[in-house]
């Protein structure tokens, strides 16, 4: 039965690396478009960034009071315009761009604040574009700006500056020790979402043609010929979709590692990230692979499965586009989510292998909980297995027509 | 040698089929309890109309599917019980099954005799015999899918064969096959039943079935109309050819409508 295994298990990889078409399909063009992809959204999005950062504000004020107006002028990277255009005029001007803010101050605005006894307070009415991330980064600047001015005020009502210390605060960044040391939080959410995607769609494609394409050709009814069982015929497809799914998943991956030079600004919680802080210590590292191999089982079955009760490639992509977005869904939740979990959690197929590659990567990984993962995935896979196995045996699965 | 007794095959029909067929059955008796013998050294005919039950009788002689009622013994081994002894023992070609167009010949032949167990030796030395016998050894290294439809089914030939079976069930060997190809396949089949073993072949050709078989079976509607050598099939139907002999049991059947 293993001799058989491996005899269908070495055909399907034949069929899938000696055609150049399915190579350039399943591990170049991942690899190469998400490296492409991430560096190029990575480099956009520091382009912006520095765009906004070396933009010089236009801003536009109305009754601005000298002592504000002369924060606003010692500002370089502000442009402030002393004028007397009406709202509806430097609304028009913003959503143009012709200006980023424009603020209004109360007429007699500093006799009111001098005045101030405990009744109504002066207005101040600030106008910004949310359609333009100048305008948004300028409300944030005038909103600063406003803020000093406001602590002036204040240390002139109490006497000097000193009156508005009130405490000091010092907050720290603990130590953690080389062991426990995770990685960035950032790419520790990122990760397993991608590893769960590109496992399920590097097997996705090829599961598809492999069983349903070989049911719709009648290849896959020329083995049943032979005199091994048709449970060993779909597990030899089904240890190949595993080796190839694993393989894209890595091709998948080394694009986003390739990409990590320009990427790293936003896959990165702190803006930036270095190879080092990628390495796992060995019992990480086999925990991880022990996650990563629970949802390859589950994956490449499930996709089996699916492709089994189908009677051509078309059905089977109808058949197994829901259960990709459920496992889209899935990687994103746990993306977002916390890593702090209910016990409960541990139980749920496919997330409960993220949630752990999760608490690896954040050096807080849970051997016992790998393990129930593990475990879970496997009753599921095997239960796959035999479903797999029975529709094999179906008349009406195998010869449709 | 095949022994089938009472063979008899239901298919519960899709809602689609139900509704192609016009009528409101929900299964379709392809065989009603067939009954007949192959011996070695042997080529036995099964001839037909289309749907008349002769391709779903061969898959279950394959082990393809399974009887619904009735037995089927190859050899010895019996067809639900022993479904792979049998498969060792029987080739089966049929249109339906297909190789895959992506690998040569070389491989795909190489594939099928490690699936029957074949030692390295036994698949070189067997495929090579069969690789000259049906002139596949200029293409051994061709992609299946750039060659000829004709080479394509004597390659499904050569890897049916590959394994040296003592059954060999052929449904329409000789279909898309050029007048000197064909004839290399029929006198195949001959040189087979001469070293002993069982042959069953299904044509429409009644010219192929004249001058290959010893006994032939007609069957029409899931049922055998007529069985014997071919001077009984003449006798029993008081006609001198079997195009004839097929024409008279066609009428008695009720013609286009019950078969």
């Given at each position: ?5 491996m005899?269908?298990?070495k ?11 399915l ?37 536009y004020?109305?009754n ?24 509806d ?15 209004v ?50 240390a ?8 508005l210390d ?16 995770g990685?960035?939080?950032g790419?520790?959410?990122l ?8 496992i ?28 091994v ?43 930036s990230?270095?190879m ?10 086999f ?15 499930i ?8 009677n051509?490639?078309?059905e ?62 496997t ?6 297995l035999?479903v ?14 | ?5 009472g ?12 509704m ?22 042997e ?5 037909g ?12 002689l ?14 010895g ?108 396949v ?10 002993g ?13 004249e ?40 009428d ?8």
């Amino acid at each position: 039965m293993f001799k058989s295994l491996m005899i269908i298990m070495k055909k399907e990889l034949r069929r899938v690396f000696t055609d150049r078409r399915l190579v350039i399909t399943n591990f170049v063009l991942p690899m190469a478009s998400i490296a492409l992809i991430y560096s190029i959204m990575g480099l956009m999005i520091s382009r912006t960034t520095e765009e906004i950062e070396s933009h010089v504000t236009k801003l536009y004020g109305v009754n601005v009071p000298a002592a504000v107006e002369m924060i606003f002028k010692s500002d370089e990277s502000i442009a402030f315009t002393e004028t007397d255009i009406g709202a509806d005029e430097a609304e028009s001007m913003l959503l143009e761009g012709e200006i980023d803010y424009y603020v209004v101050f109360e007429p007699g605005f500093e006799e009111k604040v001098a005045d101030q006894n405990g009744g109504a307070v002066p207005t101040i009415d600030g106008y910004y574009s949310p359609k333009s991330d100048v305008s948004i980064e300028a409300n944030y600047k005038v909103g600063a700006l406003l803020e000093a001015y406001r602590n002036t005020v204040l240390a002139s009502r109490l006497g000097g500056e000193a009156f508005l210390d009130v405490y000091a605060l010092s907050a720290s960044e603990i130590e953690i020790p080389v062991e426990d040391k995770g990685i960035d939080r950032g790419i520790a959410n990122l990760v397993p979402m991608l590893v769960s995607i590109f496992i399920f769609a590097g097997a996705m494609g090829i599961g598809m043609d492999s069983i349903a394409g070989e049911k719709e050709r009648g290849t896959i009814a020329t083995m049943l010929l032979t005199p091994v069982d048709r449970g060993v015929i779909i597990g030899g497809k089904v240890l190949s979709l595993s080796v190839v799914a694993v393989i894209s998943m890595a091709s998948s991956f080394i694009g986003v590692l390739l990409s990590i030079p320009f990427s790293a600004n936003f896959l990165s919680a702190e803006g930036s990230f270095d190879m080092s802080q990628m390495s796992l210590g060995g019992a990480e590292l086999f925990m991880f692979f022990v996650c990563m191999i629970g949802l390859v089982g589950m994956y490449v079955t499930i996709i089996s499965v699916l492709s089994m009760m189908a009677n051509s490639l078309k059905e089977a992509g109808a058949y197994i586009t829901p259960a990709y977005m459920i496992v889209m869904i899935t990687a994103f939740m746990n993306m977002f989510g916390s890593a702090d979990t209910e016990p409960l959690y541990q139980f749920i197929p496919i997330y409960n292998n993220l949630l752990n590659m999760k608490q690896i990567l954040l050096g807080d990984a849970n051997f016992g909980s790998v393990m129930i993962a593990f475990g879970t995935s496997t009753v599921i896979t095997l239960a796959l297995l035999i479903v797999a196995r029975s529709l094999m045996h179906k008349e009406k699965v195998v010869f449709p027509s | 040698m095949i022994k089938v007794s009472g063979l008899k095959k239901t298919f519960r029909l899709s809602k689609k089929q139900m509704m192609e067929n016009g009528n409101k059955e929900k299964f379709k008796v392809a065989v009603k309890g067939i009954d007949f013998e192959v011996f070695d050294n042997e080529i036995f005919g099964l001839l037909g109309p289309n749907g008349a039950g002769k391709t779903t009788t061969m898959r279950c002689l394959a082990t393809l599917i399974s009887p619904t009622e009735g037995s089927i013994n190859v050899n010895g081994f019996d067809g639900e019980k022993e479904g792979a002894s049998v498969r060792r023992q029987l080739a089966f070609l049929t249109s339906e099954l297909k190789l895959d167009t992506h690998f040569t010949p070389d491989y795909t032949t190489r594939f099928f005799g490690r699936l029957h167990g074949l030692s390295e030796a036994s698949i070189e030395s067997r495929m090579n015999h069969l690789f000259e016998t049906f002139d596949v050894t200029p293409f051994r290294h061709t992609k299946i899918g750039d060659l000829s439809t004709g080479m394509k089914q004597k390659l499904s030939i050569v890897v049916s064969l590959i394994h040296d079976p003592q059954v060999i069930i052929f449904d329409e060997p000789t279909n898309g096959l050029d007048i000197i190809t064909a004839r290399t396949v029929t006198e195949y089949l001959k040189q087979l039943k001469t070293q002993g073993k069982t042959v069953i072949i299904s044509t429409h050709m009644m010219h192929v079935a004249e001058r290959l078989c010893d006994r032939i079976a007609i069957i029409m509607n899931g049922e055998i109309k007529a069985i014997g050598t071919l001077e009984e099939i003449y006798q029993m139907t008081g006609k001198s050819t079997l195009d004839d002999a097929f024409f008279r049991l066609y009428d008695l059947a009720g013609g286009e409508k019950n078969v």
